[in-house]
């Protein structure tokens, strides 16, 4: 019998005997951490003092809330009647049957309780006696209008071969809708049109969203503390394990420009990069604004019109831009922008022209994943089934590759270039 859906198991093969998974929402106590989705090498206790629950695509299977957050974006602001009396009961109408409410993440174990009595162990793989902190951290960056649940499967699928990857949510008005610190919530901020257009929008929201990417790296390797869940008991197995020399900036769209700004800043902080898909290049050039994003990491200065053009950069404290080893995996959609190319392979050749004075860094490649468009990088394709997804797929930015042979080359692509390090 053919299945509904397209399988993931295949994708998540590993030594670990689950993947756990530790939702840290906004702490009233610490407002600049932002919402972390932990994924880590776990392993259940014997005997379970609870039952142990699988993860949910979304955190707490908030199905309606997502909708109505993409629903803002798409039909109706959310300040309007419209939106309040019409768009956001229907959406919640229809999250009751929307496939991926049944849906549940394979080989994970949800971690339910902030006590000491979970059924779920962080369980290292790399568990070197001798050596403290050996562990891996991948921070991940989620797209433009995303929530940080869209890419679950690749985080999972990295966690199920030893990696700790923590998935932020971002406050600064690019996701769909985020949880805030004070308990409210703050959907996406549209951008003005027309003469009212500002090139510092995106460039200062990036620098937003670059800083919010360091503070939780920060915050993960116990550097910066504070807020209601920094003793977790499930924080405090894996702390001490985690090695500061081992730390992988990774994001998807958006979150790749953001993480290759917060390791233009940092270089020393993060041991090579991997970019799904990038967001290198704006081109607004009906008003004049087309530029390589985020400048800093190309080592270039804010477009004219922007303020602090030229102290942006220098303050970066970083003027060769990005240097660490980088792979960048991309959809043939992003391809097939020249502009947007250019610049990705701009950016990859500026690296290996950087490093190539020394021979033990490995070299940054860039890699086409044939017939893919930009959703093919997230999980949308496991969501619905497979009928739907023959209807919609043009609709929902997927490509003509099959789903599943397109998530595992990017996940390959990745591990070989993991492994080098």
């Not at 590993?14 to 932002?34: C, I, K, M, T």
């Not at 109408?93 to 991926?100: A, E, I, R």
């Not at 006590?115 to 902190?133: G, H």
Request: charged residues 20%; contains cysteine; positive net charge.
């Amino acid at each position: 019998v053919t299945p509904l859906f397209h399988s993931p198991h295949r994708l998540l093969v590993g030594d670990a005997p689950l993947v756990g998974v530790l939702d840290l929402p906004s702490s009233a106590s610490n407002h600049e951490r932002p919402p972390i989705r932990l994924f880590f090498p776990a392993t259940t206790v014997s005997p379970t003092p609870r039952r142990v629950k699988q993860a949910r695509y979304f955190v707490n299977n908030r199905v309606s809330y997502v909708l109505q957050g993409f629903a803002h974006i798409a039909l109706a602001r959310h300040t309007t009647k419209l939106y309040r009396f019409i768009v956001r009961p229907l959406m919640w109408m229809v999250s009751l049957f929307f496939p991926v409410r049944f849906l549940k993440i394979p080989d994970t174990a949800l971690v339910t309780t902030k006590k000491d009595d979970s059924p779920v162990r962080y369980a290292p793989l790399n568990n070197n006696s001798n050596k403290t902190k050996s562990q891996s951290l991948i921070m991940f960056s989620h797209g433009l209008t995303g929530t940080g649940e869209e890419n679950a499967l690749f985080c999972t699928a990295l966690a199920k071969r030893g990696y700790v990857v923590a998935c932020i949510h971002h406050r600064d008005g690019s996701s769909s809708r985020v949880p805030m610190p004070d308990g409210t919530c703050k959907f996406y901020e549209h951008l003005p049109n027309g003469d009212d257009y500002s090139p510092n929008h995106r460039l200062e929201q990036v620098s937003f969203r670059a800083k919010e990417f360091l503070y939780a790296t920060k915050w993960l390797l116990g550097e910066e503390q504070g807020g209601d869940d920094y003793d977790h008991p499930i924080l405090q197995q894996i702390r001490p394990k985690l090695d500061e020399k081992k730390v992988i900036a990774s994001g998807f769209s958006y979150g790749s420009t953001t993480c290759s700004l917060a390791a233009t800043a940092e270089p020393k902080r993060f041991q090579c990069a991997v970019f799904l898909d990038g967001w290198f290049h704006i081109d607004y050039s009906s008003k004049g604004y087309v530029y390589n994003f985020p400048p800093e990491a190309f080592g270039e200065d804010w477009p004219n019109g922007a303020n602090n053009g030229n102290e942006r950069s220098h303050a970066i404290g970083n003027k060769d831009g990005l240097t660490i080893p980088s792979i960048f995996i991309n959809s043939a959609k992003f391809a097939g922008f020249p502009k947007m190319y250019a610049a990705t392979t701009k950016l990859a050749n500026s690296i290996n022209t950087h490093n190539k004075q020394d021979s033990t860094i490995p070299e940054s490649t860039l890699h086409v994943i044939p017939n893919t468009q930009h959703q093919n990088f997230c999980d949308v394709g496991f969501w619905l089934p497979k009928v739907l997804l023959r209807r919609l797929g043009k609709f929902i930015d997927l490509g003509d590759a099959d789903v599943l042979e397109a998530a595992d080359n990017i996940l390959d692509l990745t591990l070989k270039f993991l492994k080098q390090f």
